[in-house]
């Protein structure tokens, strides 16, 4: 079994047409946009960014490999090394994708910003829990409109009942989100200077690595 060099798995940012920041995959899959010459790459060089072909980055990868090989991340083979791009734009791709809030437990605690929808009260998101509106042993469903963070002490109390017939009140109606929360991204500083011009602070959620 062939063993992938380590370094493919490294976060590649992509950029649609038009510059702007669409999605973030392994270097894997940018060095297959750009070998489909799908893409190209972006580099940024001081203050500056260049775009660059694959091949033209593949010749520039051998100089750079003498010259400032710390400024980069490679892919080394017993035949050549290449640096891996940290970002890469499409060539016809020129839209959003259509994205809606993912459901899940972390998007739920944002949306109802770590309050228990029944006391009231905020809390650490360890001292949370997700509560079925209408109890799934009463047909309720997984779904926005039917789940809330509720603490501890207001989950047990309310138990698989609903709040009518536990005798509790909702602070507010449980709906989807009209826009999804900011996506998580861990990467390191040098990738994040590279990255910054092009992620918008309103939907990308950086956080640097040490």
């Not at 891996?84 to 437990?105: E, G, H, M, S």
Request: hydrophobic letters at 40%; glycine letters at 4%; charged letters at 25%.
């Amino acid at each position: 079994m062939t063993t992938l060099p380590a370094g493919l798995n490294q976060q590649v940012l992509v950029l649609n047409k038009a510059y702007a920041a669409i999605r973030v995959v392994s270097a894997r899959r940018a060095f297959i946009l750009l070998a489909k010459h799908a893409a190209e790459i972006i580099a940024l060089e001081g203050e500056r960014y260049i775009n660059y072909d694959f091949a033209t980055w593949t010749e520039l990868s051998e100089l750079q490999q003498h010259l400032e090989p710390e400024e980069h991340s490679w892919i080394r083979t017993p035949r050549f090394s290449i640096a891996i791009p940290t970002i890469v734009r499409l060539f016809r791709y020129d839209k959003f994708p259509a994205i809606r809030p993912t459901l899940n437990r972390r998007n739920i605690y944002a949306r109802d910003h770590n309050l228990c929808q029944y006391c009231g009260t905020r809390f650490a998101t360890r001292e949370l829990t997700l509560d079925h509106v209408v109890p799934r042993v009463q047909g309720g469903v997984h779904s926005w409109e039917n789940l809330v963070c509720a603490c501890v002490d207001c989950n047990r109390r309310k138990g698989g009942r609903t709040p009518r017939q536990a005798r509790m009140q909702l602070i507010k109606t449980p709906r989807e989100p009209s826009r999804p929360t900011a996506r998580s991204l861990r990467v390191g500083p040098r990738t994040y200077r590279s990255w910054r011009a092009f992620l918008n602070d309103a939907y990308w959620n950086v956080e640097l690595n040490d």
